[in-house]
């Protein structure tokens, strides 16, 4: 794999959960593990790694859903109502009342979309987003069609997930009010975060903004402001 690409796709697993459960987390090492292939190029000549914007893009899809779950568990009234007023009452309960990141592709993928509004996402952004998925469906059809510059699709990728990112930023001030009450004085911090990475769906960049929140508080022992120092380093 090229430097790029290494880079592509270490950048997109920070917008993954850091902890996630088994099965979630053999999905995310096999697409890994698959745009790492597609991307070694033999030679100038060697187009293949033009497919490896498919598993990247459904790496795409599945933070798109670890942030629609999110939603779900921050807003769960308001989630509820955007499924009614979409008239999705018969539909499968797992889309009413999703536990998994899974549950979410029983929507088309830019019905997931719909739901990003909820955290005040603007039309633009989210036709930005629309794009890419009709680029990628054009891409998986016997159409003739193949990414010819799949790192640079990849940075456009990224930005939309960063655009997603800034959305959660009063989210993360919520959860961080909401730890910093449950933390003992004397309590080991880092335990006290592994321990609730899975079960919030804490990415890099929500952990990064968490702890910055946590150093400025001046709340902290010695121990668990070294800790979280040495995290954001």
Not at 108 to 134: A, M, P, R, T, Y
């Amino acid at each position: 794999m090229s430097y790029l690409a290494e880079e592509m796709l270490f950048g997109i697993l920070k917008f993954l959960p850091i902890r996630c459960d088994l099965t979630e987390a053999s999905y995310i090492k096999y697409l890994s593990n698959s745009f790492d292939k597609l991307s070694n190029k033999i030679d100038d000549s060697d187009i293949s790694d033009g497919f490896a914007i498919i598993p990247f893009h459904l790496l795409f899809m599945m933070a798109l859903h670890y942030r629609a779950l999110r939603i779900f568990k921050d807003q769960s009234e308001n989630y509820r109502l955007a499924m009614t007023l979409k008239n999705k009452t018969n539909e499968n309960q797992a889309i009413f009342d999703p536990s998994s990141p899974f549950d979410f592709s029983l929507f088309g993928e830019s019905e997931v979309l719909h739901f990003f509004k909820l955290v005040g996402c603007e039309n633009d952004k989210l036709g930005k987003i629309k794009s890419l998925i009709k680029e990628r469906n054009n891409l998986a059809h016997a159409s003739g069609n193949i990414e010819i510059n799949p790192e640079k699709k990849c940075e456009e990728y990224l930005r939309r997930l960063e655009e997603i990112q800034k959305l959660f930023s009063k989210s993360n001030q919520s959860l961080a009010d909401e730890f910093l009450k449950e933390l003992e004085e004397d309590e080991d911090i880092k335990q006290f975060f592994e321990i609730r990475f899975e079960s919030y769906l804490i990415n890099e960049h929500d952990y990064k903004e968490i702890v910055r929140i946590f150093i400025e508080c001046g709340r902290l022992n010695e121990n668990q402001r070294a800790y979280l120092n040495s995290e954001m380093d």
